[in-house]
């Protein structure tokens, strides 16, 4: 009996193994949309949702940040810069608010399943010329612990991720 | 009148003023530019998110001020300027997190206990033309003069407040729009 229950979980453990090295290589061989050095963030557009000041400044913020220090491009710049127009091989990020839910800080420490703050940003990646390259819907959420603004945070994390993927080489590849 | 009709007395006494000061307290508005305490969630070059400091306004400047350094803000590179409100736990930073993990829901029930804040949020752009955001919370009641001063001393809003200064049109001056 031992030696059977011993079998079983070796051949889910050599099964997890085998599907982890078949999604790697799944990742690793995807092709990149474009390849790009620099990126260029717009500023947040909200003009279907009404977006309090402060959730538009914090998506726009953390999207930087979380470009330049995860996003593996040469080059983050921002909404305006002069310096992106010579730039070669430059994306531009559209980030446009579809949906926003603004919950409750004290809902969500005091019942820990209502609260939640989300929020719906359609993404999309052009080049110089605006020719779209890549479009995609992102969530950012707060749903335990954290302030509201967390939520932007969470939607950074993802954007850069994005194009880290699709628009960056990995070492690896 | 009985001894124990006098207690209570003194006692609503005491507790009308208690909260007749607590409210005074909210409702005190600095009415010039001298040091704010505030807390930079976001957007000063240089600042790490939520540092706590001063601002001030002078020499054309908003002028942060941590226990490192100091850092500006042109008034005129200042695109837009808006205020709100939020509110943050009573007891919150290290401490706050802490009492999360306090026995039979001590902490949940703290979570209850809430200070107002007000938010300032700027729109500026730096040397190249680069677009920043800034927010700054601070106590209730400290947000809207800070406005009313930077959109006095030139820097743009959104949402003008209605006894914000007027241009040559009659309309407020340098608006962008009116936000509905």
Redesign the interface.
Known sequence: MKREMRMVVAYFLLASVAAMISGWRVLAARPLVSKASAIQVLMIESDEIKLPAEFQVSLYEDLVHQLEKSGGFQHVYRDGDKRAGDAADLIVLHSTVRGFKKGSEMARQVTTVSGKTSIDVHCQFTDKGGKVLLEQDLNGKVQFFGGNLRATYDFAKKAAKLAHDNFVASPAS | MTGKSWKMLIGISLLQLGLALASAAQQAAPETAGDLKVVQ???LTGVKNHTKGTVKVADGNLQFTHAQAKTEVAIATIE?V?T?N????AVHGFVGTLT?FAPYGG??FL??F?TKLD?L???Y??A????????FTMSVGQADPLKKLLVAQGARTSLPTPDAPAGADGKPSATKEQK?
Do not use: E, K, N
């Open positions: 969630l976001t957007g837009d808006v709100g939020d509110s943050q736990r999360m902490g949940r979570s209850l809430r938010t949020t700027l729109q752009r730096d190249d033309g680069g677009l920043h955001g800034a927010i509905p």
